[in-house]
């Protein structure tokens, strides 16, 4: 569907939902009374108030629905989603809009009762959606610098409030993905732009942020501005991020391609029989096109599936496989793009995979990508090279940029101690246990030549290290990333010079 299509639709809606809601009013208000009457539902100021539950599901629902935002499905949105505040008190969103893969926060919505007034000053006049802007930035500065006496509606300064401290209490990931913030009370809705400067910046936001639509008629008059401040695909990404060949050629634009590095899809899997388990990895290459500062994974699926060897000294046939299939594959995918004019770039010029590509990894921070890193970005902390799927098994992507694995044949250097865990606890840096099996989170154990049982060195890599989610022991001279990762402070590696 077109846009102009959609958002025909969406008015389409709106105005239905409106008409059902204002012939269906005088029932609802009615059967509200009935209830206050039996005690079955909280009296207000105004036993005719009409509360928020039945606003929500007549005329919020449906305009969350109409923009894609289905309150049904708890993949999209979750209703009375909860936070805490800084005194660890619980907090309650009505409304949460989830980014598909990471579940981090897009939208969040505030409802009120369909009664609620629009923001003014104490006895002061209605105002028009400009006025109810500049009247809502100045509350909110006066909000960040403790004063009290806002000009604004008590009511309002406290809604305003709350918002803040809703804001205020994402984690980082949350903050980088917050989109919108919404206050609504069905026949007016309040939209305000980047949520996280306009609520926890210094000083009063942009008037530009904040947006008003008045009333029933001003919604419906300005509904494309609405469609386009609110409209999920607009938000959020939806499309996946890796891609079949078939699929490639639906969602990229040949000519829109800016360079492309070379990568792995590597799955964890539990294999066996009853009694006894144990982990096998699959590998596929893969080929990350960047297109629009977006990473799109190009999978050979149809391919076979090579195994990552359990004895790590066969790593070596595995790499020239991989490597054999990956180039037949890249050469054969960039004629059918009309891209052979295309070579991988080197590792250290990807610039991470964004915040809201791949399931969320607790703890680990986010940044924003784009294409290629430039010479600002020279520490590599932050940036995610390895990032899962989204799928239901253990199943990342890594990019290796011009190699065709994470990991190398042999480690370099001379042989250390601290790849068998007795050694490493006779120094002193090892962990309590030794690691005894394959995981999903580490493909090596103690006594393999390429594990790491130094346990002080796994504390101090940190977020430094590109591929822990799915090699948490992997000595690092057997990592293509080393260089990378210690690129200012090698001399602090334990390993034999």
Request: charged share 30%.
């Given at each position: 569907m077109s846009e102009e299509a959609a958002i025909a639709a969406f008015l389409r809606v709106l105005r239905s939902a409106f008409e059902f809601f204002q012939a269906e009013e005088l029932n609802v208000r009615s059967q509200y009374a009935r209830d206050v009457g039996r005690g079955d539902a909280p009296s207000g100021a105004d036993?005719?108030?009409?509360?928020?539950?039945?606003?929500?599901?007549?005329?919020?629902?449906?305009?969350?629905?109409?923009?894609?935002?289905?309150?049904?499905?708890?993949?999209?949105?979750?209703?009375?989603?909860?936070?805490?505040?800084?005194?660890?008190?619980?907090?309650?969103?009505?409304?949460?809009?989830?980014?598909?893969?990471?579940?981090?926060?897009?939208?969040?919505?505030?409802?009120?009762?369909?009664?609620?007034?629009?923001?003014?000053?104490?006895?002061?006049?209605?105002?028009?959606a400009r006025a109810m802007a500049e009247l809502?930035?100045?509350?909110?500065?006066?909000?960040?610098?403790?004063?009290?006496d806002h000009p604004i509606l008590a009511e309002w300064a406290e809604w305003l409030s709350d918002l803040r401290t809703y804001v205020a209490s994402l984690d980082t990931l949350g903050r980088s993905t917050l989109r919108r913030v919404v206050s609504t009370a069905g026949r007016w809705v309040v939209v305000f732009e980047e949520p996280v400067d306009v609520f926890t910046g210094d000083g009063a936001p942009n008037v530009g942020l904040i947006h008003w639509f008045v009333s029933l008629e001003n919604v419906l008059d300005r509904h494309a501005a609405l469609f386009r401040l609110l409209h999920r695909p607009r938000l959020i990404d939806t499309l996946p991020l890796?891609?079949?060949?078939?699929?490639?050629?639906?969602?990229?634009?040949?000519?829109?391609?800016?360079?492309?590095?070379?990568?792995?899809?590597?799955v964890t899997r539990e294999s066996g029989g009853s009694r006894r388990t144990y982990p096998t990895r699959s590998v596929w290459p893969a080929?990350?096109?960047?297109?629009?500062?977006?990473?799109?994974?190009?999978?050979?699926?149809?391919?076979?599936?090579?195994?990552d060897p359990r004895d790590p000294t066969k790593l070596a046939d595995l790499i020239a496989a991989l490597s054999a299939n990956g180039l037949k594959f890249e050469t054969r995918l960039l004629q059918m793009l009309g891209r052979a004019d295309l070579g991988p770039r080197p590792v250290h010029e990807f610039a991470g995979f964004p915040p809201d590509l791949g399931r969320r990894e607790a703890g680990r921070?986010?940044?924003?990508?784009?294409?290629?890193?430039?010479?600002?970005?020279?520490?590599?902390?932050?940036?995610?090279?390895?990032?899962?799927?989204?799928?239901?098994?253990p199943e990342y992507l890594v990019?290796?940029?011009?190699?065709?694995?994470?990991?190398?044949?042999?480690?370099?250097?001379?042989?250390?101690?601290?790849?068998?865990?007795?050694?490493?606890?006779?120094?002193?840096?090892?962990?309590?246990?030794?690691?005894?099996?394959?995981?999903e989170a580490s493909y090596t154990e103690s006594g393999d030549v390429i594990h790491c049982a130094h346990e002080e060195l796994r504390a101090f890599r940190g977020v430094r290290c590109k591929i822990d989610v799915l090699e948490s022991h992997l000595c690092c001279r057997a990592c293509i990333y080393s260089q990378l990762c210690w690129s200012i402070d090698a001399d602090r590696l334990p390993c034999p010079p």
């Open positions: 036993d005719d108030e009409l509360l928020e539950r039945p606003t929500r599901r007549f005329l919020i629902d449906r305009m969350m629905r109409a923009l894609d935002w289905n309150p049904d499905d708890p993949d999209q949105v979750v209703e009375e989603a909860r936070s805490w505040d800084p005194e660890e008190e619980r907090l309650y969103f009505d409304y949460l809009g989830l980014a598909p893969r990471t579940r981090a926060p897009v939208v969040l919505v505030e409802a009120k009762a369909y009664d609620a007034g629009a923001p003014r000053q104490p006895r002061g006049a209605h105002l028009d809502i930035s100045g509350a909110i500065a006066d909000l960040k610098s403790g004063r009290r890796t891609l079949s060949v078939a699929e490639a050629h639906e969602v990229l634009r040949s000519d829109e391609i800016s360079c492309i590095f070379r990568g792995v899809v590597v080929l990350i096109a960047i297109s629009a500062n977006r990473p799109f994974a190009i999978v050979d699926y149809d391919g076979q599936a090579l195994e921070p986010s940044i924003a990508a784009i294409a290629v890193a430039t010479d600002e970005q020279a520490d590599t902390g932050n940036r995610r090279f390895a990032v899962h799927t989204g799928g239901r098994h990019v290796t940029g011009e190699n065709w694995f994470c990991k190398t044949a042999a480690p370099v250097g001379p042989a250390c101690d601290f790849h068998e865990w007795p050694r490493a606890r006779n120094q002193g840096v090892a962990a309590p246990q030794p690691v005894t099996r394959r995981s």
